[in-house]
């Protein structure tokens, strides 16, 4: 089977390229992750797979059905979280479950023999009867995460699951993510999340502007694309010295606001010219995925 | 055109909906058009000699059955509907499953005029209790009143396909549900009015609902049954093709 194969994709609005030309191909029982700034084109590339929109140009192959044309065959086997939560607001969990069973054309029967392991695998066990209304954000994303699984779909479709969530909550949808990866499940994951996404993705793409920057296994990303390690220089002082005197430590430095971020193979000379001024606060760390997407996307705001 | 069964999913999670609230619903539907019958046939009526040869409250019965079974479908497709693509995303939600748009716009489609058709027969059966029916042949009104369901469903679903907000129904409502309620015979015979407007009501589809109501209530037999079957099929029909591709460039591009 092909979870998901996409090639030479282009979407256009009014004449402003969401979409660039993009192609990349999940394999069977791999999280795949979409990476971006706001703006990238991550949830257009989305719609597109799920035949919600209909592409300028390229194909799409999504669970071994082309799309658009068989896109309604296509999301018989595949399971969506959307970005924003849309869970029916009138009714009890069980309910939820139920009637987004029907949608597939699951019997009643069916689908109610499974509401108590999927309320079980989103922790909440026993909440059948319990209103949506009075659901934290972090339960209501993983009953979205369970109605998703209703139809025990080959590909898992999540559209940034853990924007807007507390650390207990993002932590506990990973726990979940991960179990089924375990379990064999394929997953395509979009997020900006870059902790995320070194978390729970065997690969990655990093987009921008419509475009797949690079693409690979996120330890391989930072050992390719970046210096393996980052001395991030604090205070009122620091931009000053970074123009003045981090080139000769640092193979690349960037400020931003009042920090300085020096990019280097080796810290120790650098270390040992910051003990000299007490003044400029530092933090030596390996360099991790947000430097990779930082130094590909830019340090600018996307609004 | 698009279209699946599955468009009876998405009837059977607006009925699942209902049901939680369904005693409250009918009996608030029922409200409105009764103080208007009562209001209006025994207090206006009281001052009328016969109206189009019956009572005056009898001759407001047809009238009042076809206004509320138009007003039920609006909201549901105008108000209701609107919540549920534009406020809560259940309509996004649905077309992550295998449910195509089409789908979903046929299946609220179909509820609105079932729940139409709930509101008007609840009417029938008080205006039956009085006495105002005459005969087993008032039970075509059923299919006559689902019928008008869809017809002002489908019109209301074009406009819920293109409001921006809940304000903009306003102007549906002031604009065309009222005027019509008043100049489709509803209140008053329509050879009441002035020639050119009589012949501007025959585009009126509660005209064509009333037109078929009245003699079936009043147990006459009714005329040009297939002119007015045609209209409101034919609005029905061209109405939800608008609809649909109105929905489509709101959601599909």
Redesign the interface.
């Known amino acids: 089977m092909v979870p998901l194969k996409v090639d030479a994709l282009r979407k256009s ?1 009014g004449g402003h390229q969401v979409v660039a030309g993009i192609s990349f191909a999940l394999q069977r029982g791999e999280c795949y992750g979409l990476l971006g700034p706001n703006g990238a084109g991550k949830t257009t590339t989305l719609r597109c797979c ?1 035949g ?3 592409p300028d140009s390229g194909s799409i192959t999504l669970v071994d059905e082309p799309v658009p044309a068989r896109a ?2 296509a ?2 086997r595949v399971g ?1 979280v ?1 970005q ?1 939560d ?6 009890s969990c069980a ?1 939820n479950l139920l ?2 069973g ?4 699951m019997a009643d029967t069916a689908i109610r023999t499974r509401i108590p392991q999927l309320l079980e695998f989103a922790g909440l066990a026993g909440k059948e009867d319990t209103s949506i209304r009075i659901l934290s954000g972090g339960m209501k994303r993983r009953l979205t995460l369970a109605r998703a699984l209703v ?1 025990d779909p080959d590909l898992l479709i999540l559209d940034e699951p853990t924007t807007g969530l507390d650390p207990q909550a993002r932590h506990l949808i990973w726990e979940r993510l991960k179990r089924l990866i375990a379990d064999g499940k394929t997953i395509l994951l979009t997020t900006h999340f870059m902790d995320e996404a070194e978390r729970l993705c065997g690969r990655l793409a990093i987009m921008d502007a419509g475009r797949i920057m690079v693409e690979g296994a996120p330890r391989e990303l930072i050992k390719s694309q970046i210096e393996p390690q980052v001395v991030e220089v604090y205070g009122e002082d620091a931009p000053g010295w970074a123009q003045a005197e981090a080139g000769a430590f640092a193979r690349r430095c960037e400020v931003s606001g009042e920090t300085a971020f020096c990019y280097v193979d080796d810290a120790a000379p650098l270390l040992d010219h910051l003990a000299a001024r007490p003044q400029l606060a530092t933090l030596h760390r390996p360099a991790n995925l947000e430097d990779v997407f930082l130094k590909l996307t830019g340090r600018d705001l996307r609004d | 055109m ?1 279209l ?3 468009a009876l ?2 009837w ?2 607006n009925f ?2 209902w049901r ?1 609230l369904a005693l409250p619903s009918i009996l608030g539907n029922l409200a409105d058009p009764m103080i208007y019958l009562f209001g209006l046939g025994y207090g206006l009526g009281g001052l009328l000699p016969q109206v189009g040869g019956t009572s005056y409250i009898a001759f407001l019965a047809a009238g009042t059955v076809c206004a509320s079974t138009m007003n039920a479908a609006s909201f549901e497709a105008l108000y209701s509907a609107f919540s549920r693509l534009h406020v ?3 309509w ?9 748009l089409d789908d979903v716009v046929a299946g609220e489609l179909l509820w609105a005029a079932s729940k139409a058709t709930l509101s008007g027969a609840a009417i029938l059966l008080v205006i039956a209790l009085l006495g105002l029916t005459h005969g087993m042949q008032a039970l075509w009104v059923l299919p006559l009143i689902f019928l008008t369901g869809l017809a002002f469903a489908a019109l209301g679903l074009c406009v819920t396909a293109v409001a921006p907000s809940y304000d903009f129904f306003m102007y549906y409502f002031t604009l065309f549900v009222t005027p019509m309620t008043l100049l489709s015979g509803v209140f008053f015979p329509l050879d009441q009015l002035p020639a050119a407007m009589q012949v501007a009501a025959q585009a009126l589809p509660l005209t064509h609902a009333v037109g078929l109501a009245r003699p079936l209530l009043l147990g006459q037999v009714p005329t040009d049954v297939f002119g007015h079957i045609a209209v409101l099929t034919i609005i029905t029909v061209a109405a939800f093709a608008t609809a649909v591709s109105l929905a489509r460039r709101r ?3």
């Not at chain 1, 849309?86 to 009714?91: A, G, I, S, Y």
């Not at chain 2, 996004?92 to 195509?100: L, R």
């Open positions: 609005y799920l919600l929109t209909a309604r065959e999301r018989m969506v959307p924003f849309n869970l029916d607001p009138d009714f309910e009637v987004y029907r949608y597939f054309g139809n | 698009d699946s069964i599955r999913a998405v059977r999670r699942l909906v939680k809560q995303k259940t996004e939600a649905i077309m992550n499953a295998p449910v195509s959601l599909l591009k």
